[in-house]
């Protein structure tokens, strides 16, 4: 027998989240359902002027262990896991005296909010809730017998629903079933991701740790979009459970993020926060097609965007401070798509207020670290993330020219450039601008002439860095008769010999960083 519309006459309400229970406590009780409560949730309900009966009066025992142990208890889970369509467990109810539960009302203790706040290693262990899990994940299960509410968004049209049809329908049982243990899955996976931070692997010290076993992923749909990378695909904004995209970013104005905007400024933004002087970078289709240092984030801009004016037509800009009037202004004869960056002052968002569909999105700089998960079919690639860490101490001049302290510079810029351009990538860069940025080719030659016709004149004494090293001494060539002085490179090639001959022949100067920086 399927039950159809299950009447409530007596629910079970525990919640960590007090949002809008004075007000779902009265209906219910205006609606003549029981409500079974615990803790400071009864408490709440009844200085609401809510009837409510208590859970250690059903159960005959008082909460244990600080309030630990509340609801476990046959009384309580009997009453929420019985089968109403199954003779033995409605027999074994009245055998026991046990009046069953129609709805349970339950979301659990704020674990995240504990860790964002920083709390102590042992009160965020008391964050960790045991009975309130236990409850949705049987009433969930049992979801052709009882409904269940996770979060108050669902009060209204659970309210709603009982008013008009007088109980639950099994299509929003079931859908309230979906969405409990989507709930209890994220908390799981939010509690696992926080002890893979403070416990080594097991069989690894805290020196030595490894990747974790297990990852927990759980990704939220925070919004909708238009369609996906191409019209004809759907497309949706998600994020990890917990945390907020791009560290929290707020559309300040304009018409509303594609997926593709959304991966843009997740690039530039990316880019952009590795750095300490005043920065501007602007992302074309993923890759960065000009960016800069300057004493203003004005200068900054324009000096980016003359790295390559054709491609800066309708691209996304990061800075990484906040944006003041005089940025905006320079900005304000090209079209752009998005402007990201950590604040924007006032007479800033006046000037970007002129430009309706111009999305101005505020957002912290990127913070490295943590694993970076790459889905394949049937699972996922995991690995660091990658950073710059390689310092001038630890590179090596492999040629009798040595760079310039203007040249160290510059290629210093254009080696941290390259590690956020798509492989094979070369940067030429001059005076802490990019003139030039060959990007995503099958071979490291024609990245080399991409960069070079890019930069024209501007590529004579430039800096050029690869992110990997050169297999044959071409590149270095191409190079060399497009005019740059100095390389930067990871070495590595068994042609290493080779390719640092080729810049001794054109009297380049050659540095190696023993590492590359791949981005497929």
């Known amino acids: 027998m399927t039950i159809e519309v299950l009447p409530v006459r007596r629910a079970l309400v525990a919640v960590a989240d007090k949002t809008g229970l004075p007000e779902l406590g009265r209906e219910l009780t205006s609606l003549g359902v029981q409500v079974v409560s615990t803790g400071n949730t009864a408490r709440v309900l009844q200085e609401a002027g809510v009837a409510v009966t208590r859970v250690s009066d059903v159960t005959g025992f008082p909460e244990l262990l600080g309030g630990r142990v509340k609801t476990l208890h046959p009384r309580i889970h009997a009453a929420i896991l019985a089968d109403r369509r199954d003779p033995e467990h409605v027999a074994q109810l009245r055998e026991h005296d046990i009046e069953p539960f129609d709805l349970v009302v339950a979301n659990l203790y704020p674990f995240r909010a504990a860790v964002e706040r920083g709390a102590p290693f042992e009160d965020v262990i008391e964050e960790i809730d045991i009975g309130g899990p236990a409850m949705v994940r049987a009433a969930a299960k049992n979801f052709s017998s009882i409904g269940v509410v996770t979060s108050p968004d669902d009060y209204g049209p659970v309210v709603e629903e009982l008013r008009r049809s007088g109980g639950l329908s099994r299509s929003t049982r079931l859908e309230l079933a979906r969405r409990a243990f989507a709930h209890t899955a994220g908390y799981d996976a939010a509690i696992s991701a926080w002890f893979d931070r403070h416990a080594p692997p097991e069989g690894e010290s805290e020196e030595e740790e490894a990747l974790p076993g297990t990852i927990s992923l759980v990704l939220r749909r925070r919004a909708e979009l238009r369609y996906g990378e191409n019209p004809h695909q759907r497309g949706s904004l998600y994020a990890r459970e917990g945390e907020s995209s791009l560290g929290g970013a707020e559309v300040l104005q304009g018409k509303e993020m594609s997926f593709n905007n959304w991966l843009d400024a997740e690039a530039a933004r990316a880019l952009v926060s590795m750095f300490e002087p005043a920065a501007a970078v602007i992302v074309k289709h993923h890759n960065p097609c000009g960016v800069a240092l300057a004493d ?44 990201i960056a950590p604040a924007f002052d006032a007479g800033a968002r006046e000037v970007f207020a002129r430009k309706e569909n111009l999305r101005v999105v505020r957002a912290p700089l990127a913070r ?7 889905f394949i079919d049937g699972g996922a690639l995991v690995q660091d993330a990658d950073q710059v860490a390689e310092s001038r101490a630890d590179m090596k001049v492999v ?13 210093l810029f254009a080696w941290t450039v390259a590690a956020r351009v798509k492989s094979n990538a070369i940067v030429l860069a001059k005076d802490l601008a990019t003139v030039g940025i060959g990007a995503g080719q099958m071979n490291r030659v024609t990245s080399v002439d991409i960069a070079a016709r890019h930069a024209g004149p501007k590529a004579t004494d430039a800096c050029l860095a690869s992110d990997a090293f050169f297999p044959f001494r071409g590149g270095v060539e191409r190079a060399a008769e497009s005019g740059v002085a100095a390389i930067i490179q990871p070495g590595g090639s068994v042609r290493d010999e080779e390719v640092v001959g080729a810049a001794e022949d054109h009297g380049m100067a050659m540095v190696l960083t023993g590492r590359r920086h791949f981005r497929h």
């Open 296 to 339: 203003s984030l004005s200068e900054a801009y324009g000096r980016a965007r003359e790295s390559d004016p054709v491609s800066a037509f309708g691209g996304i800009v990061a800075f990484n401070r906040e944006v003041d009037e005089a940025t905006a202004f320079a900005m304000a004869g090209v079209f752009s798509e998005v402007v």
């Open 368 to 374: 490295p670290g943590g694993p970076e998960v790459r």
């Open 399 to 411: 040629t009798s020219r040595e760079p310039t302290e203007e040249q160290w510079r510059d290629l």
